[in-house]
């Protein structure tokens, strides 16, 4: 099937339920969500794989709307080029020299440059690009207040959360339940820190994905009857720099890192 021109063609597989457990209010939103790149197909929860592969035309990893990704990407590669780059850098705590924009990432360093050129110390991956470069265009630049509060709290989180439990907060306790390693290799890994138990959890890392935008997780184990259970936390500005469906890509990307360490000691690709 060709690539969509519009989000009515998208819109057109879906059941219209508007059943809302994508998140989204209606189908119709998340059909333009999925054609500006923001969401994907597979995430709507009433298509089978096989009207998904079917309309996209690839693969499970890939999605109809890469072209339009790739437009919005290139889109903020030019308004960054355009960008006073040492004036963002101050704003958002990052360093300028050379022409190029650089801050730390997870411990690994990202620059852009005055063309809106990305370099990095490692691969550059897909979930980080667009956060970052949504990060340096238009973060506040407010510093962190050390306040934590839920996704839900966050503004546009409350219906962003039910996809962000599935997508992000359960597979990650899946992992911590199995992998009791997991928060130690975060901290040595990601360039994270364990902290004072936080809201009475029996483990909590503060990782830097961006220099305002941290991110806590705390961990709960079984005890007496009651399952483990798993929550990621924000400090209260970050909403103010970076928005959600950024903090939201972010957030993914850390889970499926997470799943990728369990895997290189030896645990199931299901995980």
Not at 47 to 76: C, K
Not at 122 to 127: G, K
């Amino acid at each position: 099937m060709p690539q969509p021109k519009n989000a009515m063609e998208i819109f057109r597989h879906l059941d219209k339920s508007n059943c809302r457990e994508c998140s989204e209010k209606t189908c119709l939103a998340f059909a333009g969500a999925v054609f500006t790149g923001q969401r994907k197909l597979d995430e709507c929860p009433q298509l089978d794989r096989e009207t998904i592969e079917r309309f996209s035309g690839e693969s499970e990893n890939q999605t109809a709307v890469e072209p339009e990704r790739g437009e919005y990407l290139q889109y903020l590669k030019n308004e960054t080029a355009n960008l006073d780059l040492a004036a963002a850098a101050q704003r958002i705590g990052a360093r300028f020299s050379d022409g190029k924009l650089m801050l730390k990432i997870l411990g690994k360093s990202f620059s852009v440059d005055t063309k809106g050129n990305l370099y990095a110390d490692i691969h550059i991956n897909p979930w980080v690009v667009i956060p970052f470069l949504n990060y340096v265009l238009y973060a506040q630049g407010l510093p962190v207040t050390g306040n934590w509060i839920s996704l839900r709290e966050l503004q546009d989180g409350r219906e962003r959360y039910p996809l962000f439990k599935r997508r992000c907060e359960d597979p990650m306790k899946r992992v911590a339940d199995v992998y009791t390693g997991l928060f130690d290799d975060m901290v040595h890994i990601l360039s994270g820190k364990q902290v004072e138990k936080q809201f009475e959890s029996d483990i909590a890392v503060v990782l830097y994905p961006l220099p305002k935008v941290p991110v806590m997780i705390c961990y709960w184990s079984p005890e007496d009857g009651f399952e483990s259970s798993l929550n990621i936390f924000f400090d209260q500005i970050t909403d103010k720099n970076l928005d959600i469906n950024s903090v939201f890509t972010l957030s993914l990307g850390l889970t499926q890192m997470f799943q990728k360490i369990a895997r290189r000691h030896g645990f199931p690709e299901d995980m």
